[in-house]
């Protein structure tokens, strides 16, 4: 911490060499949370690259109050949504329901693997609206208190109590809908079958 | 007994393991006579699990640098930008200046070019050229005079050095321009 105090100070002071240092030191917490926001590869690299940009020339404005990795991320955040919010077209054809990984009756050849789980995880943030993505992502992979994800998002706590369970129960009432359509569905097919 | 929509919530706290020990006993209870809201939050506890197991994604290799790299086009392109803003600023003064002169000649040579017969201006024209090269050098004399009339000798060297040091700075900027910004990707 007190080493990273210095960077600051220094990359404050135009030394960009510190400044590389506190990119090392938080390039994967951003660009996590820029691949879990955007999907995809290719645009949470430059969406990443980008935050670290704004946060070089604000950083000025950081307090150094507040813990830095939740400044940081609190930059990314809102990038990953104004980047959302540009997207014409919010679903691409091969965003497949979420609940297509998480029907408990799974073939045997359904066998989860990595790319598989990347794929769930991918699929079920989609569905969520860009600032409930940015609360699910902050709690689940940064370990951000309510109170930080309220900072990174300019709301209050309650706010974020209250976005982080729609957003639950949004994911939940879609795998329920989805799994009582297969039931009807196979009820139908039984009758027919007699 | 709590209603489904307190309960709502109290599931999603649950999941963070922020409730109070009543608070938790109340949700058991409810969750054990409510089959909608006990599948509600089994679906939750399900989804919570899928983002609890989900690895944290590291970028490629070589971000850092290209992170840096980009910082330094970009910083290298906001300087030639400063740059190019106070050369234009600089231009523009000295166009302003020389605007009078400037119209007074455009006037004259629209006053012959509307003339039925050029040639017999022409001699006239010449003359008022010369008029007009004589004006702009005593226009530029007066500003020469009239700065080092109203600066001390210090300024006037510094003002100097500055339009030198803009007119280098202008050169290399022509010849900076060669490589435009590109954004940088690793190729994913």
């Known amino acids: 911490m007190e080493e990273e105090k210095v960077w600051i100070q220094r990359a404050l002071a135009g030394d960009q060499e510190a400044f590389a240092c506190l990119v090392k030191a938080y390039q994967t917490a951003v660009y996590n949370l820029a691949y879990r926001m955007l999907g995809n590869a290719a645009e949470a690299e430059d969406a990443a690259q980008e935050a670290f940009l704004k946060a070089y020339t604000r950083l000025k404005t950081y307090d150094s109050g507040r813990k830095f990795s939740s400044w940081l991320l609190a930059i990314a955040s809102h990038h990953c949504v104004d980047r959302l919010r540009q997207r014409r077209f919010a679903l691409s054809l091969d965003e497949l329901p979420p609940w297509r990984w998480l029907s408990s009756s799974r073939r045997p050849e359904e066998v989860v693997i990595r790319s598989q789980e990347r794929d769930e995880v991918r699929q079920l943030l989609a569905q969520l609206p860009p600032h409930y993505r940015a609360a699910v992502i902050l709690h689940y992979w940064h370990d951000l208190s309510y109170q930080e994800i309220a900072e990174a998002t300019e709301t209050t706590e309650s706010a974020v109590k209250s976005t982080l369970y729609r957003a639950r129960r949004m994911l939940a009432q879609g795998t329920q809908a989805h799994q009582n359509k297969q039931m009807v569905s196979l009820a139908q097919r039984a009758v027919a079958e007699g | ?188």
């Not at chain 2, 840096?68 to 600089?90: D, E, F, N, W, Y």
């Not at chain 2, 004006?135 to 080092?148: E, N, P, Y």
């Open chain 2, 1 to 188: 007994m709590m209603n489904c929509r307190d309960v709502g919530l109290l599931m999603s706290l649950a999941l963070d393991q922020n409730l109070t020990q009543s608070e938790a006993r109340g949700l058991e209870e409810h969750i054990r006579q409510c089959p909608t809201c006990q599948e509600e939050w089994e679906a939750m506890q399900r989804i919570s699990r899928t983002f609890t197991d989900a690895p944290l994604m590291g970028p490629p290799p070589g971000f850092a640098d290209r992170v840096m790299q980009r910082l330094a086009q970009r910083q290298a392109r906001r300087q030639r930008l400063l740059a190019g803003a106070a050369l234009l600023v600089v231009c523009l003064s000295l166009v302003a200046l020389a605007l009078p002169e400037i119209v007074r000649w455009l006037a004259l040579l629209w006053q012959v070019i509307t003339e039925p017969s050029l040639l017999s201006h022409g001699a006239k024209l010449t003359a008022q050229l010369l008029d007009l090269a004589e004006s702009l050098g005593g226009a530029c004399w007066l500003i020469i005079t009239a700065l080092s009339s109203s600066l001390n000798q210090l300024a006037l060297l510094g003002y100097s050095l500055l339009v030198l040091a803009l007119t280098a700075l202008w050169i290399r900027l022509v010849a900076g321009r060669r490589v435009g910004y590109r954004p940088v990707v690793n190729g994913v």
